[in-house]
């Protein structure tokens, strides 16, 4: 096997996803147009664009004054003693003082105040809306507790799920899900994610987000810290705890109902079943744009990059969907992208089995075929998934060499397998690309 047929592969695998950037850029641009399209109704269009994450004014105009007859409590919250004051701040960290930056009502909020927000309020009908800003000078680390109160509780239960959504659809460019959580003894209901941002040095800056319900109020706390590794939840869940506190003593309500725990959780997302959403993408610091997913149109059973190998009827497979991660809005070239396969296997036997063999392909390829280089890059072992990361180049003649970064991992019945071209400006690390086979793994125990 000579492997010459890899040049005309490299080309027809950019052209795909170049049409798929296409498709994404139009889906992009249709949405954009049935929110102006929703505009042009008149006043119920645009509440309806605010109420489901669009931008409007009638969402800008809330103050801390604002009153609505039918509240359950329109005074709640009514001044800013309720908010977390500096010393409650403390538990954030072990290290230096924390002060008060800046505190805004609804009137004078910004528009943008905790990670993936996308417009000024959740609850754009709701009554007021409290943003208080901290910093802690030794340690430069920054948080910001994001109220909103709501006419009742039911109304406060839509506005968690509309920031907790904001969360899981993030399209904050070069921000990437860590990890995340649900809690419990957290107010009614909870979460915490934690948002990372590669800087370029062995250390990240990281997001820490709860978000949180009492009643009639809705509680974001976000802490934003630097580290070599991603923070701990029980340092947030103690402060959001105190903070909840201070809202439920005014409310006159009681949200003592144990100590605060986290439980290991993926924010949920809007992707087909069982694949990654857009945050679960590597960060790049040469791409400022968001990915988009689109989807594949092959049927074919057979796939790979030449060493894999892969033949899905062979192994079996009882159902099996691709899709192509790309950055429409992004310069960059046609063949950028990510490839994600998800297959599932009636049993957790069937889908080791197709891993194992498609491994003992790749780890073999160089002795079958000679223009091609096999490196590993890392082994995969989290809970029940396990799986290997390998970097494939061939060598193709009059200087053309492909290279890209190949995941495969199973995780219970299913498995996944990625493929991401390297290109100049636009590699990632050994250990990002491992990160991204892990989530994709972890995301297909829902796919069916």
């Not at 096997?1 to 080309?11: D, E, L, Q």
């Not at 039918?70 to 003693?81: E, P, T």
């Not at 091609?372 to 193709?396: F, H, M, P």
Request: aromatic content about 6%.
């Amino acid at each position: 096997m000579t492997g010459s047929h890899r040049a005309p592969r490299g080309g027809s695998r950019a052209a795909a996803r170049e049409a798929r950037r296409q498709q994404a850029r139009r889906r992009n641009q249709l949405i954009g147009a049935g929110a102006a399209a929703l505009l042009l109704v008149g006043g119920v269009g645009i509440v309806a664009v605010n109420a489901f994450g669009g931008g409007g004014s009638p969402g800008n105009a809330k103050s801390s004054s604002s009153d609505d007859r039918s509240a359950g409590d329109s005074n709640l919250l009514g001044d800013a003693k309720a908010l977390i004051d500096a010393p409650t701040a403390k538990t954030l960290t072990t290290a230096g003082a924390w002060a008060i930056s800046s505190t805004a009502d609804g009137s004078s909020a910004p528009d943008r105040s905790f990670v993936c927000q996308p417009q000024r309020f959740a609850d754009p009908a709701g009554i007021r809306t409290w943003v208080r800003t901290f910093r802690n000078a030794t340690t430069k680390d920054t948080a910001v507790q994001y109220v909103e109160v709501s006419n009742d509780a039911t109304a406060a239960a839509k506005t968690y799920t509309t920031i907790t959504g904001w969360l899981s659809q993030c399209s904050t460019p070069q921000v990437r899900l860590v990890t995340s959580y649900t809690t419990k003894g957290l107010g009614d209901r909870g979460v915490v994610a934690v948002f990372g941002q590669p800087t370029g040095t062995q250390t990240s800056k990281y997001r820490t987000v709860s978000v949180t319900t009492a009643g009639q109020a809705t509680m974001v706390l976000e802490h934003d810290s630097a580290g070599a590794t991603p923070p701990k939840p029980d340092a947030i869940l103690n402060t959001a705890s105190a903070g909840l506190k201070r809202i439920c003593s005014q409310a006159g309500a009681n949200c003592s109902t144990g100590t605060p725990t986290a439980t290991a959780a993926l924010l949920p997302s809007k992707e087909s079943p069982g694949f990654m959403a857009p945050i679960d993408l590597p960060v790049l610091s040469t791409v400022d744009k968001p990915w988009v997913s689109a989807s594949t149109t092959s049927s074919t059973t057979k796939s790979g990059t030449g060493c894999e190998k892969i033949d899905l009827k062979k192994s079996k497979a009882t159902k099996s969907k691709s899709l192509t991660y790309v950055t429409p809005d992004a310069t960059v070239p046609p063949e950028f992208g990510l490839d994600a396969l998800v297959t599932e296997f009636a049993n957790a036997t069937s889908a080791n089995a197709f891993v194992t063999g498609t491994r003992s392909n790749i780890d073999g390829c160089a002795k079958t075929n000679s223009v091609a280089t096999v490196k590993t890059t890392g082994a995969l072992s989290s809970g029940g998934i396990k799986g290997e990361t390998w970097r494939l180049a061939y060598d193709t003649g009059g200087g053309k060499i492909f290279t890209y970064r190949v995941g495969l991992a199973s995780n219970g019945t299913h498995a996944v397998y990625l493929v991401y071209p390297v290109l100049k400006n636009l590699d990632i690390t050994n250990t990002a690309f491992a990160e991204v086979v892990t989530r994709a793994a972890e995301r297909s125990a829902l796919y069916k």
